[in-house]
């Protein structure tokens, strides 16, 4: 029995906006000369990620737990995403983008629930430069930025654990091709978030250790 999840209705929505692209830009182009112009500077990405976490360690720092004092560790469970990104470049070194990522994972603590599933939403933008010169005949790229990532357990293993939000950074960097005489390309990346791990807002999880996420990526994109 196949089981249907938001994921799999995101990832669809995504595919589906991705195809619909091309034909928005052509009518666009027919009608609004000024806005293709615009419109031809950016491109729409829908990527799979890889997540892997580095595990942190600490003592619980806020006196009043029940745990303070204690030597505790986290881990976060290797996982499947997916990142969305839509892109505008004015000129080889001046662009910026816009990014939605999406995974689910389960933290790991050596002290009560133990384990915390939860779902990760990050929400950033960032610099965006696609320098002129191709390597191995593919177009580099490189973009950096800034946003926040907002862990929410989920319903059934987040033992009822408040939602956090983390101020994120990352940077992406990777190579790219766009078909011939097509609206579409592909693209494969090794992106990277840093971020304080979550404690989910309980002081007996509370070490203060930052961590970060290494996200290689592929995918496809469509340009307007």
Excluded: C
Excluded at 61 to 84: I, R
């Amino acid at each position: 029995m196949i089981r249907i999840t938001a994921r799999h209705f995101l990832a669809a929505g995504l595919l589906a906006v991705t195809a619909a692209l091309p034909a928005f830009a052509q009518e666009a182009s027919s009608t609004h000369p000024k806005l293709q112009k615009q419109l031809e500077r950016m491109d729409f990405g829908l990527n799979g990620m890889y997540l892997t976490t580095k595990s942190v360690s600490g003592i619980v720092e806020p006196n009043g737990a029940s745990t303070a004092g204690d030597f505790m560790t986290q881990k976060a469970g290797n996982t499947a995403g997916l990142l969305a990104n839509l892109r505008y470049s004015k000129r080889p070194y001046v662009g910026g983008e816009f990014n939605y990522t999406y995974a689910r994972y389960t933290e790991t603590f050596n002290v009560e629930p133990y384990q915390i599933q939860t779902g990760v939403n990050e929400v950033s933008f960032g610099y965006l430069a696609l320098p002129p010169h191709q390597i191995l005949g593919l177009q580099p790229f490189f973009s950096a930025g800034a946003g926040s990532t907002r862990f929410r357990p989920t319903r059934g293993g987040g033992q009822s654990a408040p939602t956090q939000w983390r101020a994120t950074y990352y940077y992406n960097v990777g190579l790219q091709s766009q078909f011939p005489n097509s609206h579409f390309g592909f693209r494969f990346g090794f992106r990277q978030a840093f971020y304080k791990a979550p404690d989910f807002l309980l002081n007996y999880l509370t070490i203060n250790q930052h961590t970060y996420s290494l996200e290689p990526n592929f995918g496809v994109y469509v340009k307007f």
